[in-house]
């Protein structure tokens, strides 16, 4: 976990002083940008029991400003010695990407940035099996399927690179950080569809881009 | 821009070398436990005795505490039930008491799973050795905090 943070943290300084904001007068087109996550797609070859299906809408307002909407599926198993829990749900989140990159550098389509994003998750969770050993003997119990929702913020740093003419590629490390969860304390989710993991207060994250950009015009850049 | 393109997938090698990073334990921070403490009916102060012993009714084979020298006492309780029945003996004078509560689950953590809470609602004793018993706080957790106070 210190080690995912201090790398995040590292690119994200290497981004800072790569980049200075550049001025906002600059023209750059406007566009649309449709992406589909494949890192949850890799995660899930890895392991069976995790699934995120996830897509990105983002409108780039210009050189520096992008709006931001994701939204997905997500699902999760996990189980061990003494529980059995899984849950699976849809999430959205809403937020803004700041482009570092200066455009008398980069007039194109690449981007070097921050951003961060409000994320809404709802979502059943179940705990199928509960063991607890003490000296009365074990218990054996579950916890029903429920619904409830969660919401979160995210911090993101990352960066996208033009692999063919409107065709993009490119990653973004997240910082996750939960705000409330209607499960409550007591039955707090293990796992949080379009969040992960909830041990911490803050959990890294991942994505994995490729994207299409519709220009809206072809007017000067 | 070479850089750019160059990173978008290098980050790929990135993930594959910390996937091994993350390790996950339990620090488990202990059962919830009934604390009850002991008091002198006489000057109302806090008491050792000398020699306690506590089993679970039933289960007299397996002791809580064996002839024990304490001022203090936890008590386990059973989730599975919505109250626990105790056998108390004090020097040769055997009590019962019955603790009655609800009990919760409680996430901990990924690595350790649940563990429980309760809330006591009553409890009630026989009175051979035992004086009186009061409910300090009816919030069992795995903190040390009093929850009974027992006069004797």
Redo the contacts between chains.
Sequence with gaps: MKKICALFFSLTSVISWAGTFQSDTTKTEKALIFGFDIAGLAINALNNDITCYEGCISYRMNHKYYGVVEAGYGSYDYSQYNYTYSNNGYFARIGIDLNMLKPEKDPGNNYVGVGLRYGLSIFNQETSSLTYENYWGEYYGTIPDSKGSAHFLEFVGGVKAELFRNVLIGWSLRLKLLLSSSFGDDNRPVNIPGMSETDGGINPGISYYIAWQIPFNSRSK | ?RG??L???L??V??AV??G??T?SCDHPG?SMAVITLYETDNNETTVIDSLTIY?VG?DD?L?YDNSKTGKIEL??????DC?DYVIVNGLIHDTLKITYTA????I???C?????YTIGNVSYTKNRIDTILIINNSVNPSDEENLRTFF
């Design positions: 821009m750019i393109r990173s978008a997938g980050i790929i990135l993930i910390c996937s990073c993350i996950e059962e679970g289960m397996l809580i386990p309780l059973n989730p599975a039930s626990a919760t689950h409680h996430f953590s990924k690595a799973g649940y563990s429980f809470l």
